[in-house]
Every structure is written in structure tokens, then in C-alpha cells.
């Protein structure tokens, strides 16, 4: 059986454990693309000939690189692709949303596909658990943890610009996880009086103060002028966490979800004949057939 897996989309945490997986059950019979869709399209594929999946395991990242290949979703892209992908029994691909429809499309041209969900940003749609989201999360308290005591000396309040891209999932989860004292995840959530009224409680016993900020909502900048403009004594910093949401190794809970993900995709891939995206409801991992309509 030859078996083609790409990482597409952002990196996340989780990756490398399964393609550790894959190369174990599949051996030397496991090609991959480089850099995910674009390497499909451009035939930047090779069979694994070392233990490269093994020794990354447990590293973040991906030992196949990863890319965003808008070039997919075009009419010549895509066919390009179709092309080498039909040279393959099966291709098995991690990623977010953008990912899952390419898979989806492959499908419906009649090429099998398996999709695992692999996002830091937790947003693939009926979906419990994308990998990477609880490393991004942890890496986020880390940072956080490490920060508040300078904050808290200097007397100082801080805000922190998570990732997340459009979904608050993120966000939500390190605001309640930090105990943090302000969180915004919208336009909406922007009230400055309120802000400075909880800010400036906390300054005023010699308590440092958060704020959780969603990315692509504001700019941090605006926040500390508008908060200093109603209370100008206050000395705001800011920190952008950034791609250490990323890049941090996966958290034991990760790997295990790595593994479960790897599990049933093999399961699906050796047992079952048809195109699945691996999902994680309810406590379980469950598989979802893609439609082949077109086929
Ligand atoms: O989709 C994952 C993600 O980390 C988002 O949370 C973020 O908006 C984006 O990727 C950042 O992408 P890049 O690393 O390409 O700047």
C-alpha cells in the first residue's frame, strides 16, 4: 500500500508523533510531500528513507515541513495536484479547516483521503480537539506565569495577544486557566470604564493586573492609550506570546492525543475503504466519511 502524508497549514504540536506512527506501521512504504498541498502540487515527494519520523516524535514542528498553499484551492492548482495524488493509495493529511477541504475535494475526485485536525486554534467544525491546542494553551500559562511577577513588582498591568486567528478558543481557555482579569475576544468586549474600573481596584492594593487579548481583534496599542487616557498614573506593557504558541514541545496530554488520532487513522486507512477525517467528540475519536459525489 503506498501511503503520501503531508502537514499543511500552520505547524502544530502533535504532528511529528504521528508520522512517527504512520512510519511504524508503514515503513519504508510511506512516501511524503514536503511543506503539505505544495508539495503535492509541485511532486516534491519522496519515500521516507531514515528514522527522521522517529528521532522528531516528540518535538514540535513538522519533519515534513509544513506550508499554506492558497495555489490549491485554484482550478490548475488543484489539478496538478489531483494528478500525483492519484499515484498514491491513500493520502493522510494534518490540518486545519483549509486542509480538511482540500481533503474533502481529493475525495470527491476519487482520490481516498484521510484528514487528523492538527490547529493550535481548535476550529475545525464539529470537532472537540484539533493537536496542538493544549500545548498552545500551555505554552501560553508558561509565558504568562513567567511574566506576572515583574508585572507585579513594577505595579504595572499587562496585556496578553494570544493567537488563535478568529476563534476565541485560545483566549477563552488562558483567560480562565491564568485567573486573569480582563478578557477580550471581540469588538463587543471593549469597555474601557470597565476595564480601568477593575484595573485600577487591583492597582490601588498593590495587585498587578491582566488583560487576555485575542489576536486580530485590536491593536494592543490602542488598548494602553485608552486605558491610560482615563488613568494616565497606570503603566501598561504589553506582550505579544506569539509563535512560542507554536513551537513549544507537545504536552504529555498532546502526545497521547497524537497518538489516539494515529491510531484510528490507521485503523481507518488498514480496515476500512473509504475517505475519513479523524475526529475527536465526546471523549472519542470518531471517523467522518467525506462524500466522494463527484467521484
Ligand atoms: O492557524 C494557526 C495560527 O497560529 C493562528 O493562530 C495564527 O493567526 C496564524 O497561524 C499565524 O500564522 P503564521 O505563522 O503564518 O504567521
Redesign the pocket.
Given at each position: 500500500m503506498r501511503v503520501l502524508a503531508l502537514t499543511s497549514?500552520?505547524d502544530a504540536p502533535g504532528m511529528n508523533m504521528v508520522l512517527a506512527y504512520l512510519f511504524v506501521k508503514f515503513k519504508f512504504k510511506l512516501y511524503v510531500a514536503r511543506a503539505g498541498f505544495r508539495g503535492l502540487i509541485n511532486n516534491d515527494i519522496t519515500k521516507i528513507t531514515d528514522f527522521e519520523p522517529l528521532k522528531n516524535a516528540k518535538k514540535a514542528g513538522s519533519c515534513i515541513k509544513c506550508s499554506?498553499c492558497s495555489a490549491f484551492a485554484t482550478e490548475e492548482g488543484f489539478a496538478k495536484g489531483l494528478e500525483n495524488a492519484k499515484r498514491f493509495d491513500i493520502i493522510v493529511v494534518l490540518g486545519?479547516n483549509g486542509s480538511y477541504r482540500g481533503c474533502q475535494q481529493l475525495a470527491e475526485s476519487g482520490v481516498r483521503t484521510i484528514f487528523i485536525p492538527a490547529?493550535?486554534?481548535n476550529d475545525v467544525a464539529n470537532n472537540d480537539y484539533s493537536l496542538g491546542y493544549h500545548t498552545a494553551v500551555d505554552a501560553c500559562e508558561n509565558t504568562i506565569n513567567n511574566t506576572m511577577p515583574s508585572i507585579d513588582a513594577m505595579d504595572r498591568c499587562v496585556i496578553f495577544e494570544v493567537?488563535?486567528?478568529h476563534c476565541p478558543r485560545i483566549a477563552s481557555c488562558v483567560y480562565h486557566k491564568s485567573q486573569a482579569d480582563y478578557l477580550i475576544t471581540s469588538k463587543k468586549d471593549i469597555n474601557y470604564p470597565k476595564i480601568v474600573e477593575i484595573v485600577k481596584n487591583k492597582h490601588e492594593i498593590g495587585q498587578a493586573s491582566s488583560i487576555i487579548l485575542q489576536?486580530n481583534i485590536i491593536k494592543m496599542q490602542t488598548i494602553v492609550k485608552n486605558i491610560n487616557k482615563l488613568y494616565p498614573e497606570l503603566e501598561v506593557c504589553t506582550v505579544k506570546i506569539g509563535?512560542v504558541?507554536?513551537g513549544s514541545a507537545p504536552t504529555s496530554i498532546e502526545l497521547e492525543f497524537a497518538k489516539g488520532f494515529a491510531r484510528k487513522a490507521i485503523e481507518a486507512i488498514t480496515k476500512k475503504d473509504k475517505s475519513y477525517a479523524i475526529l475527536y467528540r465526546q471523549n472519542k475519536f470518531v471517523l467522518e466519511e467525506f462524500k466522494e459525489e463527484n467521484k
Open positions: 497549514g500552520g499554506r486545519g490547529t493550535i486554534d493567537m488563535g486567528r489576536e509563535h504558541q507554536r
